[in-house]
Every structure is written in structure tokens, then in C-alpha cells.
């Protein structure tokens, strides 16, 4: 499997996306969030969407210059819209507006509309973060038809509408919660997939509504679908699906799942100054104890530590930077592809390899 710095990368992949199209500043921009993402360890969002966006700006649903712009300013709230350009550039673009205002107002809250997909919803909250505030996102698929059944249904209805939450860390890294609220996100099957490998029994049904570990049930023809979040206790994670699902598809009037066939992103984002609240020391001496306090447990038989939510992430950042990161064979086809289907040759991004 071809194994490259993130630096090589993310330069392969702004390569791609300008032969596509795409200014030198939102290839960059795109190509950047990509990487990020599979150095966090989420290879489900990461370089693998390279075909995926490429097919969208043929198709002309993805807009490769769009510039996202305000439309709705009024104190602490607002919109954007991403004019359908790279989702990772209008998410961007919403994060920065969150900040902002809620450094002026106390709290902000902004919705996002008319984006393609934005990949790691975490990266967006810890944007926010990064400048001591906390943040919220709830995402959903701008009126799509989902992937995720319904508790007691076993067809497609539901987005995977993830949720992310992050506040400042004081362990060197930000405490971020980021998922799907179904059992996976489905971008975890399709690596699988690309891999020849099973996935763990629970994330997904077939088209019969028997549980399955082979993706290509998920897939079809014809198509399984994916179970909420929670296992025996699914009836938290569907409930959640469908509030995130109103919060992001209702509030920002995206359109909540349904029987849309565009794909892209709608994401609601509230941002909120905790030094209005508290001084940012006293915050983090909270979170220092609740550290200590969690690492305080025995351990369970099997476990061998207690992590922090984006503890992961961490960590897979600190391995991948030193050791690279590795694209596997399918998924590193498929980019070629991608490249050759833009006007690039296999040998230029082959170059890349050495
Ligand atoms: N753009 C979209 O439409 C879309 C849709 C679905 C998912 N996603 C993204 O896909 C990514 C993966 O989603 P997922 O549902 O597969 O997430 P996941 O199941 O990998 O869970 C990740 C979360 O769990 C935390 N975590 C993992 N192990 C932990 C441990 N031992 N202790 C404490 N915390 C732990 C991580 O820090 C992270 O916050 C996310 O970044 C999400 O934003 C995007």
C-alpha cells in the first residue's frame, strides 16, 4: 500500500483538485481538511473523497469556486451560503462567522446552507475552539435521501447526521466529541470494502433487515442500511438522529432527510465564550480534575487505559506525522482515476511515490 508524508500528499491532492477546476486557494483549502482528516485517523473522510468530489464538479452539483457568503447578519445569529462549492470551504467560512460573533455577543449561532459535503465535522468545532470558546455543530444532509434506518425500519430514510461538540483541552489537544449517530459512519464500510475486509456486526442490515458484516450487503443491489446509533440501546441514537436532524435540516431550512437526490451538507453551529461565564484558568483546572477524576477508576478487565474524548485523534495525528500515512490499494486507484479523469496522467501522480 503506498505509504506518503502528509506534506506529499496534500500537495497531490491540491494537484487534482486545480487540474479539476479549483483556484490554488480552495484546492488548498480542500486538500488540506482532507489530509488533516486522515491524520486524525478518520480515513473515511479523508483522501478517500478525492473521487467523490472530483465526480461531483463533473457532474457540476460541487462548484469548485463558489465563495461562501453571509446572507444573514443580525447580532448573534447568521447564515451562510455555500453558493455549492467545496463544503470544507463554506464550513470553514461558518466556523470563522461562529467565532466571531460569539467573541462580540457572548454566544453566536449560525446555520450553513446550499454546501456540498463537509467531511470532519470535529475539524469545524475545533476551528471555534482553538480560540477558547466552545463549540456545537449538528449536520445533516440538506434534504437527501439518508442511509440509516429508522429504529424498527429496515429501509434507507435517515442521514448519518453527525454531531460534534469541542472544548479547549488542557492534555494537548482539544476534548472533542465527533460522530455519526448512526453505529458508523458509512464511509467506514466503503474503506472496508476497499480493504476486503468485514465490518463488526451492528453497524448495518441488508436488504432482508438481517444483520450482516460484509459490505458489499451494504451496498447491494440491493442496498442494506444502517442501524442508529446505541446497540441495545438504539433508541437514544435514533432519537438523537432525529433532533440533529431538525436542528440542522429544519432550523437552517436545508431540508430535513427525505427524498432529495443532491448530495451535500446543512450544518446548524452555536459557538459560545466560556470566559463570560468563567475566567478560561478556573475552566481549566474543571477540566484538569475531571481528567484526574476519570483516570482515577480501576481499571475494567481487558482495559488497559481511560482516554479522553479526541484523545484518538491525537494520537493518530502524533503516529501518522512521524510515520506517514498510508492510502490503501483500492482507494489509492480510484485517485488515480480520479486524476486521469481531469487530464492528469497516472505517472504524474506516480511521481509522488518516490
Ligand atoms: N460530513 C458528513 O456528512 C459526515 C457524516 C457522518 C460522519 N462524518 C464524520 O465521520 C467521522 C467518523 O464518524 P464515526 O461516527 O465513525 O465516529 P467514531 O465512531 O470513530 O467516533 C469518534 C468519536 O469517538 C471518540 N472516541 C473514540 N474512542 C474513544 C475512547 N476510547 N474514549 C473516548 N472517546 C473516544 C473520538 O474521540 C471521537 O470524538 C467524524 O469525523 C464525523 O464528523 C461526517
Known amino acids: 500500500m503506498p505509504m506518503l508524508p502528509a506534506h506529499t500528499l496534500r500537495e497531490l491532492v491540491a494537484v487534482v483538485f486545480r487540474a479539476a477546476g479549483a483556484e490554488p486557494a480552495n484546492a488548498a483549502v480542500v486538500a488540506e481538511s482532507l489530509v488533516a482528516t486522515d491524520l486524525a485517523g478518520h480515513h473515511s473522510h479523508g483522501v478517500m473523497r478525492v473521487p467523490q468530489y472530483v465526480g461531483a464538479i463533473r457532474e457540476g452539483q460541487l462548484k469548485p469556486n463558489a465563495e461562501p457568503r453571509r446572507v444573514m447578519d443580525e447580532g448573534p445569529l447568521g ?12 464550513a470553514r467560512a461558518a466556523a470563522e462567522f461562529a467565532a466571531e460573533k460569539a467573541h462580540e455577543h457572548g454566544v453566536s449561532c449560525v446555520a450553513l446552507r446550499n454546501s456540498n459535503h463537509c467531511g470532519r465535522i470535529g475539524e469545524y468545532t475545533e476551528l471555534v475552539a482553538a480560540e ?73 442490515i441488508d436488504a432482508e433487515g438481517r444483520p450482516s458484516t460484509d459490505p458489499n450487503d451494504f451496498v447491494g443491489p440491493p442496498p442494506g442500511a444502517l442501524l442508529p446509533l446505541g446497540g441495545v440501546s438504539a433508541h437514544k441514537g435514533y432519537a438523537l438522529a432525529v433532533l440533529v436532524d431538525l436542528l440542522a435540516g429544519a432550523v437552517t431550512d436545508a431540508g430535513c432527510s427525505g427524498r432529495h437526490t443532491r448530495n451535500g451538507n446543512a450544518m446548524l453551529m452555536v459557538a459560545i465564550d466560556i470566559a463570560r461565564f468563567i475566567p478560561l484558568p478556573d475552566f481549566q483546572r474543571h477540566v484538569r480534575g475531571l481528567v484526574e477524576h476519570l483516570q482515577s477508576t480501576p481499571l ?44 492528469l496522467t497516472a505517472d504524474e501522480l506516480e511521481k509522488f511515490l518516490v
Not at 83 to 90: I, L, M
Not at 157 to 176: C, D, H, I, K, S
Not at 316 to 339: F, N, P, S
Open 132 to 204: 477558547g470558546l466552545a463549540a456545537m455543530a449538528f449536520v445533516t444532509g440538506h434534504g437527501r435521501s439518508g442511509l440509516v434506518a429508522p429504529l424498527g425500519g429496515m429501509a434507507r430514510q435517515l442521514n448519518t447526521n453527525p454531531v460534534a461538540f469541542t472544548v479547549p483541552g488542557t492534555e494537548g489537544f482539544p476534548v472533542t466529541f465527533d460522530a455519526a449517530t448512526c453505529a458508523a459512519a458509512e464511509g467506514k464500510i466503503r474503506i472496508a470494502r476497499n480493504r476486503g475486509e468485514s465490518v463488526p456486526e451492528g453497524w448495518f
Open 300 to 343: 475494567a478487565p481487558g482495559a488497559t487505559e481511560i482516554l479522553l474524548p479526541g484523545e484518538p485523534e491525537h494520537r493518530a495525528r502524533q503516529e501518522q506525522r512521524e510515520r506517514g500515512i498510508e492510502v490503501d490499494e483500492q482507494t489509492w486507484l480510484q485517485m488515480i482515476e480520479a486524476a486521469e479523469s481531469v487530464g
Open 79 to 90: 447564515i451562510i451560503d455555500g453558493g455549492w462549492g467545496f463544503g470544507q470551504v463554506a
